[in-house]
């Protein structure tokens, strides 16, 4: 019996701004004029590198790149076409699905496809309304719902950036709760119109596994958390005051767990951190090489370290 292999991730990409202002969201600092100084050498450069990554993560399970990638922290269409038509990725047939969301930053989720082993069916946009101290409605990132074919097997993905700490975390906690909702809204959703459905749930959480707006209000008896065990190693995906946190999660509805002949099942779940991706020495030393520290350039990848899970399907 042969055995089929495809990686799906997710990867926080860390304020993947275009160059050019947008008058309309608060990207003044991602602009050649603004503090942050952000020319196209800079942003051409973080493209070829997050290109890099996104080739190479999996490709020692599968032997190619993610046929499924969520992102988080993406500007606009453009900065995904630049992504897709640079150097290490423009040999691939990626395609993207984005929507452009009423986040006041201007960041939103994406989701990447190989072209020749996803087939896209339905897609769509759900706003995540919030309200300030004073009882105003804002938008925060949308979530992203893709409905497709993995090699004729249907799945559904959600693809989340969670409200962040921002404020604080118990100041914050209870937005995160809202956005755990909406996914379980979704989720509803898509079992009313398909039983049994196959759900995949990844994204930046701003939330370690073990918190309750995971574990108890996303999670309920229908889905499993395998990024969980990881948590529980003491691994993590991103570093704040010299503590690892796993906000960047890959959860599964639990019909993956099962082993059936032309069904993809979950089969292991990884975060990818080669020695590449990680500052090399000094006080930060094997910590994400990130793009900015602080409002200092410091020419890496990302705040995140991208996580990524194997699916496995046996084959007569």
């Known amino acids: 019996m042969k055995k089929e292999l495809f990686s799906i991730g997710f990867y926080n990409l860390e304020n993947f701004f275009d160059t050019k202002d947008d008058p309309k969201t608060q990207d003044d600092a991602f602009t050649p004029k603004g503090f942050m100084h952000w020319v196209m050498k800079r942003y051409l450069n973080k493209a070829k590198k997050i290109g890099y990554v996104i080739q190479n993560i999996g490709r020692d399970k599968t032997g190619f790149p993610p046929a499924v990638m969520g992102l988080a922290e993406i500007e606009n269409n453009q900065t995904l076409k630049d992504l897709l038509h640079s150097k290490y990725l423009r040999q691939y047939p990626y395609k993207f699905i984005h929507f452009d969301s009423n986040d006041r930053r201007g960041m939103d989720v994406a989701l990447l496809y190989l072209e020749n082993k996803f087939e896209v069916l339905e897609t769509e946009s759900y706003p995540l309304v919030l309200y300030n101290d004073e009882g105003q409605a804002y938008n925060t990132r949308d979530i992203l ?105 890959i959860i599964f509805s639990n019909n993956f767990k099962l082993h059936a002949e032309n069904r993809y099942c979950f089969k292991e779940i990884k975060i990818y951190n080669p020695k590449y991706l990680k500052v090399r020495k000094g006080k930060y030393r094997m910590l994400p090489f990130r793009t900015y520290l602080g409002n200092n350039y410091q020419g890496g990848y990302s705040d995140h370290f991208p996580v990524y899970a194997v699916l496995e399907k046996n084959k007569v």
């Open 145 to 249: 719902y893709c409905k497709g074919k993995l090699n004729d097997e249907t799945i559904h993905f959600i693809i989340n950036h969670w409200p962040s700490r921002r404020e604080g975390d118990i100041q914050s906690k209870h937005k995160r709760f809202l956005a755990a909702r909406k996914v379980r809204e979704i989720i509803d959703f898509i079992s009313y119109d398909e039983l049994n459905a196959k759900i995949v749930i990844m994204g930046d959480f701003n939330a370690d596994p073990n918190e309750d707006n995971i574990n108890k209000e996303l999670i309920h008896d229908d889905f499993f958390n395998p990024t969980a065990e990881l948590f529980f190693q003491q691994q993590g995906s991103l570093n704040h005051q010299k503590k690892w946190h796993l906000f960047d999660q």
